[in-house]
């Protein structure tokens, strides 16, 4: 048996297994927390670029379908259903630490919050700052809705992930979902943000049922930068959302698009939104991609 107090770390790392893709150390899924029958979507995009907004209006235009939905905020700010439910509601990692972290004493009120339209929000939040693990909090998330019995009469879960960070353990929702989205506006850092997590994605779906789904194109009155890169390593923009104030307007409100005052662009809007829930609902073709060397971006979006 080795002895792993005398094996230097560098050594122990390169022994481990990577299944989801060269030096990656994180652990594998549990088989007993899949969540089930629902449509499952993850949501990623670089940090301040609308993942919330676009999650939550996605939700709400799925719901308007019909669909019984779930979102599901993975960032510590716990702001992800922030306009579904017109508050910040605690963390999932906060109410364990009440009882604590025994989930036989918590209810589902406890922890999941109604939102608008009948949305399901909860907020798994995140470790404290410099401890822990993102995966973790996920997982904990998941497994806390299963013993619940919560997942079983979900059509659609939405997963809206933290920035642009592809780490293990904000990587795991994407062991999770069926489709993964990448929020991205038409500029150079969105676009470099999207290409790992492009890269991230692929190395989860070596192992799990993960695949591409496509491009949100947000706050974006053009797509040129966006065109380009699709084109060349095979990704697709499934809707456009302009940069428009009224969004803006609807956060400082606590209000999704859909709770705006009707008016050309703000209809726009909210048909976009059911458009694309509705192609997302009769199912997407899996993109097949290869993301570009950080090199090779600078050279195609014109940068010297």
Known sequence: ???????????????????????????????????????????????GIGKST???????????????????????????????????????IDILETVDFHPEELRPEDF?????????????????AGTGCGGYVVGQTVKLLKEH??????????????????????AAPLQHADRALIVTANDFDSIFAMNR????????SKNYNVRLGGVIANRSNATDQIDRFNNAIGLKTMAQFPDLDVIRRSRLKKATLFEMDSSPEVDA??????????????????????????????DLLGFD
């Not at 079983?152 to 960070?165: Q, S, Y």
């Not at 939104?273 to 060397?293: C, D, E, F, I």
Request: charged fraction near 20%.
């Open 112 to 128: 999941v919050f109604a939102g608008y339209n009948g949305v399901m929000c909860v907020e798994a939040g995140g470790p404290p």
């Open 54 to 92: 676009t999650s939550s209006n996605l939700s709400v235009a799925f719901s308007k379908l019909g669909k019984r939905v779930l979102q599901i905020g993975c960032d510590p700010k716990h702001d992800s259903t922030f306009t579904l439910t017109k508050c910040l509601v605690p963390t999932v």
């Open 149 to 170: 019995h919560l997942l079983e009469d979900t059509d659609v879960v939405i997963f809206d992930v933290l920035g642009d960070v592809v780490c293990g353990g904000f």
């Open 1 to 47: 048996m080795t002895d792993y107090a005398t094996v230097p770390v560098s050594e122990i790392t390169r022994r481990m297994p990577r299944p989801d893709g060269e030096g990656s150390v994180q652990v594998p899924l549990d088989p007993n927390l899949k969540i089930g029958n629902a449509k499952v979507f993850a949501i990623y995009g670089k940090g």
């Open 269 to 298: 809007v909210q048909a976009e939104y059911l458009r694309l829930a509705a192609a997302l609902w009769a199912g997407t073709k899996p993109l097949s991609v290869q993301p570009m060397k950080d090199r090779e971006i600078f």
């Open 197 to 204: 997590i492009v890269a991230a994605i692929l190395a989860k």
